[in-house]
């Protein structure tokens, strides 16, 4: 019987029954929708608005930032004022920040452990107090050029952070931002730097080499390791800056200045005590 039915047909008349079933299969059940036209985004397991944002969490663990706008500022967990997202933070393994987004708040993503990359959008220029503290698995985080401020302890015990590029127009390092960053071995400081807070690199045990910008005034009490000899610290400003107590280790090995500026640092107590060697630029 079958080959009786099918032999009424020629292969043309075939393939146009198969399309039509279906098409019709893929307009009677939207869940094979997707599959028919080759999507597999996740679905949205939480979401909702924060303030004039839009968030969403995805089942595949991706927490994406969308709209025009600052973020609001919110407080430590346990509290009415934590992120909307916080009650799912063990969820969040990836981090999406729309362009648009002119402002990351304070306590934004804080113990987001299982995130290990960020790249902020260029909409983005400044970003709060703690924003990504606690974040233990981020590895690398990539700031956009128009950004000229973070908070302080943004970056706090971020155990495998390596490497950090701070962009042009950022003034100050503040307070504690990268303190016990452990794995942190490479900084790169923008010319437009002034002053570098104190605790700013304390406990960064790993980072031993560090030049600091011409533009540089003041560097507070503790700013960078004090119990590690640091190897090597090159300071390109002319005249030198104010040096707060607890910096650089019990001293640091060598500190290359410009060349016409050796005799000031060495006649300056305070830079000649914290350094066995102060010589001209190589």
């Given amino acids: ?17 198969f399309l039509f079933w279906s098409l019709c299969f893929c307009l009677l059940f939207p869940v094979g929708l997707s599959s028919c036209d080759g999507s ?10 924060t303030g004039e944002l839009t968030w969403t969490l995805t089942e595949d663990g991706v927490l994406t930032i969308t709209g025009e706008g600052p973020m609001p500022d919110y407080r430590d967990g346990g509290t009415s004022e934590t992120p909307p997202w916080y009650p799912h933070v063990n969820r969040i393994s990836s981090l999406t920040i729309g362009e648009g987004v002119t ?10 452990s299982f995130v290990t990359e960020v790249v902020i959008p260029e909409s983005v220029t ?16 990539t700031f ?12 706090y015990e971020n155990e495998s952070l390596q490497s950090v590029c701070i962009p042009e127009g950022v003034t100050t390092i503040p307070s504690s931002a990268f303190a016990r ?5 490479c900084v790169i400081m923008p010319g437009s730097l002034q002053t570098i807070c104190g605790g700013a690199f304390s406990q960064c045990h790993k980072l031993t080499d560090v030049t600091i910008p011409d533009g540089v005034t003041v560097i507070e009490t503790g700013a960078f390791p004090s119990y590690l000899d640091m190897a090597v610290v090159t300071c390109l400003a002319v005249i030198p800056p104010e040096l707060g107590k607890d ?3 019990f001293p640091a090995k060598i ?14 107590a305070v830079w000649r005590e914290a350094f066995e060697t102060i010589a001209a630029l190589p």
């Fill in 1 to 17: 019987m079958d080959e009786l039915f099918l032999g009424g047909f020629n292969d043309f008349q075939l393939m146009r029954r």
């Fill in 40 to 49: 597999d985004s996740a679905a949205v397991i939480f979401g909702g608005t």
């Fill in 103 to 112: 402002r990351i708040g304070d306590y934004a993503f804080m113990l987001c």
């Fill in 126 to 141: 400044s970003m709060g107090d703690w924003a990504f503290r606690f974040c233990q698995s981020l590895k690398r985080i």
């Fill in 144 to 155: 956009p050029d128009r950004m000229v401020r973070f908070g302080e302890w943004a970056f």
């Fill in 181 to 185: 960053c452990h794995n942190l071995t």
């Fill in 247 to 249: 910096n650089f280790g």
């Fill in 255 to 268: 500190l290359y200045v410009p060349a016409g500026s050796v005799e000031v640092y060495r006649k300056n």
